[in-house]
């Protein structure tokens, strides 16, 4: 299976920051790569697929990048409504695999 | 609009079997995918299965060694997933969620299955 693995695993941060979440796989995985926002209760949103495309609707402070195997979600000025949790998942080898997230929590 | 509506929540006899049901609406049910996912209380989501809605392939986790099923009804638009022999570790919110080609796009909202003598 390919292992995903997330950095850092929970940040505070302030309205307005600027804030980079890092996404490694164990393998190459080209740019079959998504990133989710999960808050309580819900279930995961997709935010970013084929590692840089914005899903329709999903605000522009909102980027990722990356290929192969490091990526990079960033959120140009967080918002209140951002504190959540961010998951990465490849889509390119069966199992589809998570990374263990990033929390981001209010300052 | 698109949407996938889950089953209600389940409680189980550890050994039992659970089946969990999704309903497609809003696109067409055999044009797309759908995935199986399950979150334990404090984890990742650990994807469990695939279907193609339109021919019935199905793929499966081997963290599950046999113990899940997926199936789909077309004239209902709606999947299910059965999960067997469960234990307390089953104990989780289990979703579906729709494929795109890099993405799960669309999820349902969760059926929490609680695993409990």
């Known amino acids: 299976d390919i292992q995903m693995t997330q950095s850092p695993s929970s940040v505070s941060a302030s309205v307005g920051d600027r804030l980079t979440l890092t996404c490694r796989a164990s393998?190459?995985?080209?740019?079959?790569l998504a990133w989710y926002q999960q808050k309580p209760g819900k279930a995961p949103k997709v935010l970013i697929y084929a590692a840089s495309s914005l899903e329709r609707g999903v605000p522009s402070r909102f980027s990722g990048s990356g290929s192969g195997t490091d990526f990079t979600l960033i959120i140009s000025s967080l918002q209140p409504e951002d504190f959540a949790t961010y998951y990465c998942?490849?889509?390119?080898?069966?199992?589809?695999?998570f990374g263990g997230g990033t929390k981001v929590q209010i300052k | 609009q698109v949407q996938l509506v889950q089953s209600g929540a389940e409680v189980k006899k550890p050994g039992a079997s659970v089946k969990v049901s999704c309903k497609a609406s809003?696109?067409?049910?055999?044009?797309?995918?759908l995935y199986w996912v399950r979150q334990a209380p404090g984890q990742r989501p650990e994807w469990m299965a695939w279907i193609n809605a339109g021919n019935g392939d199905t793929k499966y986790s081997q963290n599950f060694q046999g113990r899940v099923t997926i199936t789909r009804d077309t004239s209902a638009s709606t999947a299910y997933m059965e999960l067997s022999s469960l234990r307390s570790e089953d104990t989780a919110v289990y979703y579906c969620?729709?494929?795109?080609?890099?993405?799960?796009?669309?999820w349902g909202e969760g059926t929490t299955v609680t695993v409990s003598s």
């Open positions: 393998q190459n995985i080209a740019i079959y």
């Open positions: 998942q490849q889509t390119n080898n069966f199992p589809f695999t």
């Open positions: 969620a729709r494929a795109s080609k890099y993405s799960m796009d669309v």
């Open positions: 809003g696109y067409s049910f055999t044009s797309y995918a």
